[in-house]
Nanobody, 122 residues
């Protein structure tokens, strides 16, 4: 599976962005997709995930401000981020693993795309 994240950019605090994760491969619907964020000098961290059966999970800091969806026919997962805050800034990566139980963690993902930069000005 090859992944490509895009849609990042510069936005003012309170603004919105929609990130997309486009994948290749014939069995996309069987993969869990996670979004991870990395800030310079810090470890990559989980932000949100959507399981192959469409169960979703997001970290507390973004609850109520993020929605995720997947369109398997397009092999794409979307991350809609609203009311962005400066703390949301970073490089966002999407990653995939074969459908599984349990939380998504950096070490448990099998495929990674190149990140997309999100910058939030205060």
């Amino acid at each position: 599976v090859q992944l490509q994240a895009y849609g990042g950019g510069l936005v003012q605090a309170g603004g919105s962005l929609r990130l997309s994760c486009a994948a290749s491969g014939r069995t996309f619907s069987n993969y869990d997709i996670g979004w991870f964020r990395q800030v310079l000098g810090k470890e990559r961290e989980f932000v949100a995930g959507i399981w192959s059966e469409s169960r979703r999970d997001v970290v507390d800091s973004v609850k109520g401000r993020i929605t995720m969806s997947r369109v398997n026919a397009k092999k794409t997962v979307y991350l809609q981020m609203n009311n962005l805050k400066p703390d949301d800034a970073g490089i966002y990566y999407c990653a995939a693993r074969w459908n599984s139980y349990g939380d998504m963690e950096v070490g448990g993902m099998d495929y990674w795309g190149k990140g997309t930069q999100v910058t939030v000005s205060s």
